[in-house]
């Protein structure tokens, strides 16, 4: 576990000028990226597969976590908001690295996502909240590139999520979904996540070496394999550092066996506070909200198997001529 522990540490939030360092997709097509990248893909679908064998709840010793289900909507709410609010309040917009001057009208921004995020914390009638973020995140975030846009998916995925699922007026925000919604409102919150931590891998790592090894210069410490005597060149620590965020992105898109991918994700999330403090965990506030969602509903035996649907493709019907 602790060849994870620098994984999921976003490199833009503690260099100084993030912008210097540009993209160079030369490193992320070399043959032996391409090939542990196209590893990363086997494996989850191996993962995707084994689940289908196991039955759900897959470690029958959480299910006492499934008891929290109803009150998910209102605690994930919880986060976003006081992740938003957060935000505002240092001059950050939806991310610890874009700061709200680089954006247009950065003052209006800046009151609501700091309204915003109270609102999300109150839990009052939160859909019509949810959809102004997913409206307001991307025209917001479409100043600066797609790029930033899909690093922030994890809190659009949350307000997707709410949208569909919002926390009732009533015991304490408690919900009893049905199952239609919620496997709608948790494909949501996966597909946000997924899409943020496979763009991380690529835009900090796998696309962007020089980034990653001016993080490693800047934080030695993260090179945990010279902790065990090894000593390899920085090229190898951030091709592993980016396949593992890939694959974490991966498997919670899948949604297969939950428990346990949420549980070994939870490592390096919490590793790196270790060397990075206060940041870290505000950046990564709404990603501790969303595991422990995909935990808990992994571990009721009544909604673990909507935390890894996924839609299936309709084939075109051909038309069948008429007969005379």
């Known amino acids: 576990m602790q060849l994870?522990?620098?994984?999921l540490a976003h490199e833009k939030w503690f260099l100084q000028d993030p912008s210097a360092y540009t993209p160079d997709w030369g490193f992320a097509t070399r043959p032996v990226t391409l090939a542990?990248?196209?590893?990363?893909?086997?494996?989850?679908?191996?993962?995707?597969a084994v689940a289908r064998r196991v039955g759900t709840p897959e470690l029958t010793v959480l299910r006492p976590l499934g008891r929290i289900t109803p009150y998910l909507p209102r605690l994930l709410a919880i986060h976003l908001g006081v992740s938003l609010l957060t935000l505002a309040a240092r001059g950050y917009f939806l991310a610890a690295d874009?700061?709200?001057?680089?954006l247009p009208a950065p003052a209006l921004l800046a009151v609501?996502?700091?309204?915003?995020?109270v609102w999300f914390i109150t839990g009052y009638r939160l859909r019509p909240a949810a959809l102004a973020l997913v409206v307001v995140g991307p025209v917001a975030l479409a100043a600066t590139g797609p790029v930033s846009l899909l690093e922030a998916a994890d809190l659009l995925g949350i307000a997707g999520f709410l949208a569909f699922l919002p926390p009732s007026g009533d015991r304490h925000g408690a919900v009893e979904a049905d199952p239609r919604t919620l496997r709608r409102a948790l494909l949501a919150l996966r597909v946000g996540v997924a899409t943020a931590l496979v763009t991380l891998a690529f835009s900090e790592k796998l696309a962007n070496p020089a980034m990653a090894r001016a993080t490693l210069a800047h934080y030695p410490q993260l090179d945990v394999f010279s902790y065990?005597?090894?000593?390899v060149p920085a090229d190898t620590f951030i091709l592993v550092a980016g396949a593992t965020e890939l694959l974490f992105g991966l498997l919670v898109l899948s949604g297969a066996m939950p428990q346990l991918a949420m549980l070994v994700a939870a490592v390096p999330f919490n590793a790196t506070l270790l060397i990075f403090g206060a940041p870290e965990?505000?950046?990564?506030?709404?990603?501790y909200g969303v595991f422990l969602t995909l935990l808990a509903y992994g571990s009721d035996p009544g909604t673990a198997e909507e935390v890894r649907w996924l839609p299936r493709l309709r084939r075109p019907h051909a038309e069948v001529p008429a007969t005379a």
């Not at 542990?36 to 995707?48: E, G």
């Not at 874009?98 to 680089?102: A, M, P, R, S």
């Not at 609501?112 to 995020?117: D, F, P, S, T």
Request: hydrophobic residues 60%.
């Open 36 to 48: 542990v990248l196209a590893l990363v893909v086997a494996a989850t679908v191996a993962w995707r």
């Open 98 to 102: 874009l700061e709200l001057h680089e």
């Open 228 to 231: 065990v005597g090894l000593h």
């Open 4 to 7: 994870q522990d620098s994984v």
């Open 281 to 287: 965990l505000l950046g990564h506030l709404p990603v």
């Open 112 to 117: 609501v996502e700091g309204a915003l995020g």
